[in-house]
């Protein structure tokens, strides 16, 4: 990817991503001092599961008793995975930092006088980010997919590559520091907003030695109409039905909520039926999330007092916990030079081994963004006027095969990803035996993309994305395998109980051979 057709830039800092997270991250770098540059293979503004969404913040005033109590009872929900210390800077970064964007966003009444800022619309909140972005001088180049990370002489990131999708240019972008903030994975299931997280980032970072955690904890669904997918939100007391009018005995939403759904629809159609939600929710909920009435109105259906089929769409990594692994209170990787945030990154600091839902997350993504911000601006103006020229492409798997080049049959392959990760007894059942057999054949994928796959220009980011899929598929079945026991979002049929020893967070990465072991406490930890 480089010579006469490459467009070549250079920057402090460089951030891949191009929702929440990512918007956060070039601010509070941009506002450090550092020149950004964000490249997205998509809009900064659209991008991502937050445009499509309504997302709350978790949002607890500064009353000190309230946050420890909050703190305490999340910590507990974590199941010994969580990080009181990172969930305090969370909670406080978030009430300090939301705010300001008033700027940019219309934030409405709280109904007593004041202003409610922790819900916002998904789609005027990607905007105003947008606008935040631009205001500080981020420098952003749309449509723009990186596929691989660049490495200094002495090992470090220090830039990427991509192609740009509008002019068929490649680029070259030479940074001080390179932040990954490409969101999570939903394997291609079909969720609204979701189909560009196909997990690019994590497979760019772990081709540069990066590690993962989390990623046993990728079974989470968003329930929507059979028809389209959308966000969860006025399913909360529903009822469910099977084909013949009959009441379905679905627990909850919880340990067992999924399970008792997916057992449902493999036995035949389910219906939703939300005539008991709060009567307050029908009149706002085009204003709280407009993206989701829309699909029952073209189907001439009264959300809220006509039946209807539903499905469940999966969310992966999305709304599951998983990521690249944070080593330090600067959302720093493994790698030197690289950093990440969002949910991209591990959510265990916060939520453990349940969802983050939208409320966590969405403070996580704010509360990261801003810290790998801020470090990777640090880091870039140390480096300044030091010759660092990036040398060597990281890339593997469509970029640099193994052997011989042959064609790449994407569709099968990424069926195949779907099938594993998303499907009901794949995913909501899982066992020793079946785990083995879906890595073994995830793994021979792999090896037929990274032996022969190859291509160039839009085509090389697409066969770039299946790798990825592939790569996100593995490290999660190889870390499911590695955990035999329940644990939240991870449900082992075969391992039924809570292992009383295994409230210790499991890495994984690795590329042609997957590793995987427990991460080793650090000795104050130990010691606490």
Known sequence: MTGTEALTDHCDVLVIGGGMAAAWAATAAAEAGASVILVDKGFLGTSGVTATGGPNHWWIPPDPVLRRETIEKRWQDSLGLGDPEWMERVIDT???????????????????????????????????????????????????????????????????????????????????????????????????????NTGDGYLLAAEAGAELSGMEFSTCYTLSPAWASTRTLPYAGARFYDGAGHELAIPPRGHGHYQALGEALLAGPVYADLIDAPATLPPILHHIQPFTPAPFAR??????????????????????????????????????????????????????????????????????????????????????????????????????????????????????????????????WRNEGQLTRSLDLLDGHWRMVATHGHARGLDLVSLRETAALIATARWSTAAALARAETRGLHVRIDAPQRDTNGGIRRLVGGLDTVWSRPEIPALSEVAA
């Open 94 to 196: 978030t009430w300090r930092i939301l705010p300001g964007l008033a700027k940019f966003y219309p934030f409405g009444s709280n109904g007593k006088g004041g202003t409610y800022y922790s819900g916002v619309r998904g789609s005027e909140y990607m905007r105003a980010l947008r606008a935040y972005a631009l205001s500080v001088g981020v420098r952003v180049l749309d449509h723009h997919p990186a596929t691989e990370l660049l490495a200094a002489p002495d090992g470090a990131v220090a830039g990427a590559r991509g192609h740009a999708r509008l002019t068929g240019k490649n680029w070259e972008i030479h940074a001080g520091a390179v932040i990954i903030a490409t969101g999570g994975c939903a394997f291609r299931s079909g969720l609204i907003g979701s189909h560009g």
């Open 299 to 428: 189907r001439g259906v009264d959300l809220f007092r006509d039946r209807f089929p539903i499905r469940l769409y999966g969310e992966g990594t999305i709304r599951g916990t998983g990521g690249l692994r944070v080593i330090d209170s600067d959302c720093a990787t493994t790698v030197e030079g690289l950093y990440a945030a969002g949910d991209a990154a591990t959510r265990e600091l916060v939520t453990g081994a349940i969802s983050g839902g939208g409320a966590v997350n969405s403070a996580w993504a704010l509360t990261s963004g801003r810290v790998a911000g801020q470090a990777a601006a640090r880091r870039a103006r140390l480096l300044r006027g030091k010759e660092r020229r990036p040398i060597q492409g990281l890339g593997t798997a469509g970029i640099r095969p193994a052997g011989s080049v042959e064609a790449i049959d994407r569709a099968a392959l990424e069926r195949d990803v779907d099938h594993h990760m998303n499907g009901y007894r794949h995913s909501l």
